[in-house]
C-alpha cells in the first residue's frame, strides 16, 4: 500500500501538470500574460513554510478599470504526500519548494486579462497560490530527525498569503472568487468560508471548485484507496484540527471523511460552484483503477483510450459517474446558490485552460461553454445555473478523450515505473522545467 500511495501523489502532480502547470496551447493565439513571482516576506514570522522551509508564494496580475476592487484567487494543485518519505521527495521539487518554482506564471482561461478570452473576469486582480504543502494548503505541523525538517505547513501559508493581500487592496474587495483546480480545487472547498471571513460583510463572496470532487470511491478491486489515501494524509500533516468542525462532528469517528468535498459540501455557507468531469481523468485512474487495483494491466488499453473499454469497464466507468451525481443529488436539488457544470469529457481541470474554459471548441452543455456558465453563476443572469450532461459517448463538443499525456507515468527514478502505461517523456519533461 505505501508503494501505491507514493505512486498516487507523484502521479497526481503530474496529472495536474499536464492540464494546468504548462503554457497550455491558445487556440486564439493569444499567448497568455506571464506574470512575476512575490515570495511572501512575512511568511516567516507565522511559521509559514513550504515543505522544505522556503517561503511561500504568490502570482498576483493587477485589475483595471471597473475590475479594480474585484479579486479572483486560484488554488494550484499538484496531487498530495502521505508519508515522510513521500513528502520528503517533494520537498525536492517545485511541489515542495519555491526554490526550485519557476518565476513567472503563465495566466489564461479564467485568469485571462483578454475580455474575449476571459469576458467577466478578464480585468479582476487575479492571484495564482503556488502550492509547496502537500495537503491542499491544510496542514499544520512539522517532523523532524535532528537533521533535517519537513514542513506541513499549509493552513499556515493560506493564511500568510491572505494577511499579505489584504493591504494590497484584498480587505476593500467589492467582489471575489475563490477557485482552484485538481489539489487546489479541493482547496477551494477546504477554505471557502474561511475566505468569506476575511473579507468586508458587503462583499459578494463565491466559490469555485474546477477538479476537486474527489469521490470516496471504492475501486475495481473493491478497495477504499483514496479514502486510506487521505486518512493517512490527515495524520500525517495535522490536517483535522483546521476541517470544518461541524463535518467533523458529524463523522465521528472518522473526521478524515472531511477531507472528501461530499462529505463537507453541505457544510459549506458561502455560495459554491461545481466544476468537474463526471469521468474525471486522475480519478478514473488513481480513484476507480488505481495501479494496485489491477497489478495485470488489464485496463492499460482502457485507460489509454475510452473507445477501446469492453462492456465490463465501460460499465464501471458508468457507475462512477452515477456515484458521483448521486455525492451531489442533495446539493443540485437544495441548494438555491450553487451551481454546476458536470461534463463527460475525459478530462481533468478546465477552467486554467483556454481550450476547454472559452474557445470556439471548448466543451458544451446545452450550448453553454463553461465561462458562460459560470459567469450567469457568478452575476446571477440565470435562475437555476446548474448543467448535467448526458452519459458519454453522447456529448460530441468533447474533442480529447483521454489524451495520451494523461496515462500513468512517474518521474524517472519513482518506483514501479515500467509497469505503468506511456506518455513518460511529457511527464518527465515537465517535472525538470
Not at 501523489?9 to 497550455?24: E, I, K, R
Not at 493565439?29 to 513554510?49: C, E, H, I, K, N
Not at 469492453?310 to 442533495?330: E, V, Y
Request: with cysteine.
Amino acid at each position: 500500500m505505501k508503494t501505491t500511495t507514493r505512486l498516487l501523489d507523484l502521479t497526481a502532480a503530474m496529472v495536474l501538470l499536464v492540464y494546468a502547470g504548462l503554457s497550455p496551447p491558445i487556440v486564439s493565439g493569444d499567448p497568455g500574460r506571464r506574470v512575476s513571482m512575490t515570495l511572501v516576506r512575512g511568511a516567516a514570522a507565522l511559521g509559514a513554510f513550504c515543505l522544505d522551509g522556503s517561503l511561500p508564494a504568490y502570482h498576483l496580475d493587477r485589475g483595471f478599470g471597473a475590475g479594480s476592487d474585484n479579486w479572483l484567487l486560484q488554488f494550484e494543485g499538484g496531487g498530495w504526500c502521505n508519508d515522510v518519505p513521500s513528502c520528503r521527495d517533494r520537498s525536492k521539487t517545485h511541489r515542495g519548494s519555491t526554490r526550485f518554482m519557476t518565476k513567472t506564471a503563465v495566466f489564461t482561461g479564467i485568469l485571462s486579462n483578454n475580455a474575449s478570452l476571459n469576458p467577466d473576469f478578464y480585468n479582476w486582480n487575479k492571484v495564482r497560490l503556488r502550492y509547496c504543502d502537500g495537503a491542499s494548503f491544510a496542514g499544520d505541523t512539522q517532523v523532524g530527525n535532528g537533521t533535517s525538517m519537513l514542513y506541513f505547513r499549509g493552513q499556515r501559508i493560506w493564511n500568510a498569503i491572505i494577511l499579505d493581500l489584504l493591504p494590497k487592496g484584498l480587505a476593500k474587495a467589492d467582489k471575489a472568487l475563490l477557485t482552484g483546480c485538481s489539489a487546489g480545487g479541493l482547496s477551494t472547498f477546504l477554505h471557502c468560508d474561511n475566505f468569506t471571513s476575511y473579507l468586508p460583510k458587503t462583499a459578494d463572496v463565491k466559490c469555485m471548485s474546477d477538479a476537486g470532487f474527489f469521490l470516496d470511491a471504492i475501486d475495481v478491486a473493491s478497495n477504499r484507496t483514496m479514502r486510506h489515501f487521505y486518512n493517512q494524509l490527515v495524520s500525517l500533516q495535522g490536517v483535522q484540527k483546521n476541517l470544518d468542525p461541524n463535518c467533523t462532528r458529524a463523522f465521528y469517528p472518522e473526521p478524515s471523511l472531511c477531507f472528501f468535498p461530499q462529505y463537507a459540501l453541505r457544510f459549506i455557507k458561502t455560495p459554491m460552484f461545481i466544476l468537474n468531469s463526471a469521468y474525471d481523468v486522475f480519478q478514473f485512474h488513481h480513484g476507480l483503477v488505481p495501479p494496485s487495483a489491477d497489478p495485470t494491466g488489464r485496463w492499460n488499453r482502457c485507460k489509454l483510450n475510452v473507445t477501446a473499454c469492453n462492456p465490463h469497464q465501460l460499465d464501471a466507468l458508468q457507475g462512477f459517474r452515477t456515484d458521483m451525481l448521486g455525492a451531489l443529488m442533495n446539493f443540485f436539488r437544495n441548494s438555491t446558490r450553487g451551481g454546476m457544470f458536470i461534463n463527460s469529457c475525459f478530462d481533468h481541470c478546465q477552467s486554467a485552460l483556454q481550450e476547454t474554459w472559452l474557445s470556439p471548441t471548448s466543451p458544451r452543455i446545452h450550448n453553454m461553454t463553461i465561462a458562460n456558465t459560470v459567469g450567469d453563476w457568478y452575476f446571477g443572469r440565470g435562475e437555476d445555473v446548474k448543467e448535467i450532461d448526458c452519459p458519454y459517448p453522447c456529448d460530441k463538443t468533447c474533442h480529447n478523450l483521454i489524451p495520451a499525456s494523461t496515462t500513468d507515468s512517474l518521474a524517472p527514478n519513482a518506483p514501479d515505473r515500467k509497469s505503468l502505461g506511456t506518455g513518460s517523456q511529457v511527464f518527465q519533461n515537465d517535472l525538470i522545467s
